[in-house]
């Protein structure tokens, strides 16, 4: 995980249109699952029940907080290299992605000590790459701004524009997969669970 990369702002290249919203608190999935009739399957699994209410409020602060910290916080980028400030920029950029692969480094701990759980473990993987195309995103807009000597105007900013916007996209796509599928897959696979007889 890339220490030096920094996430980007909601506001470019972020897709939340339609986006469920899920609250950080648990009781939340546990009044979607509990008014499921029970299942004649297997009984339910409590320790994957219990390894998704352990997951699920951290990913929530990861998303809801962190991300989307970086990502505000990578908006004003055209003020920064407008106003001479583009070496700043850069390392606001790449401090917050080391807050935020900070706090998921303690997340992935426990995506590692449950293996066990398949479906949920894949989504370390896929977390993981994400995160890494924010870092190289943000490597690749302070390649492009020391090749400009950071100094831009009206004209030049151009020229970097468009790294720019593809490091929103990627903080866009870390964002939308942690608060769509991560947190919405949890909730699904809760309440697979709790339809099953105790």
């Not at 190289?136 to 100094?151: E, F, I, P, Q, Y």
Request: aromatic letters at 8%; a negative charge; one cysteine or more.
């Amino acid at each position: 995980m890339p220490s030096s990369a920094a996430l980007a702002p909601l506001g470019d290249g972020n897709p939340q249109g339609n986006q469920p919203t899920f609250s950080k608190n648990n009781s939340a999935i546990e009044e979607i699952t509990s008014a499921l009739p029970p299942s004649s399957r297997r009984p339910a699994d409590m320790k994957k029940v219990f390894v998704i209410d352990e997951l699920y409020p951290e990913l929530h602060d990861l998303s809801e907080e962190y991300v989307d910290r970086l990502g505000n916080k990578s908006s004003p980028w055209r003020d920064y290299f407008l106003n001479g400030r583009t070496t700043e920029y850069i390392e606001l950029m790449q401090q917050e992605l080391r807050i935020v692969g900070e706090k998921y480094e303690t997340i992935r701990k426990t995506f590692q000590r449950h293996k066990i759980f398949e479906d949920i473990y894949r989504m370390d993987n896929e977390i993981a790459l994400r995160l890494n195309a924010v870092g190289s995103a943000v490597g690749a807009v302070k390649l492009r701004s020391d090749k400009l000597s950071n100094s831009f105007d009206e004209k030049s900013i151009e020229l970097v524009e468009g790294d720019v916007k593809a490091m929103h996209s990627a903080i866009g796509s870390l964002r939308t997969y942690l608060s769509r599928d991560c947190m919405g897959d949890l909730i699904t696979m809760r309440r697979d669970e709790m339809s099953r007889p105790n």
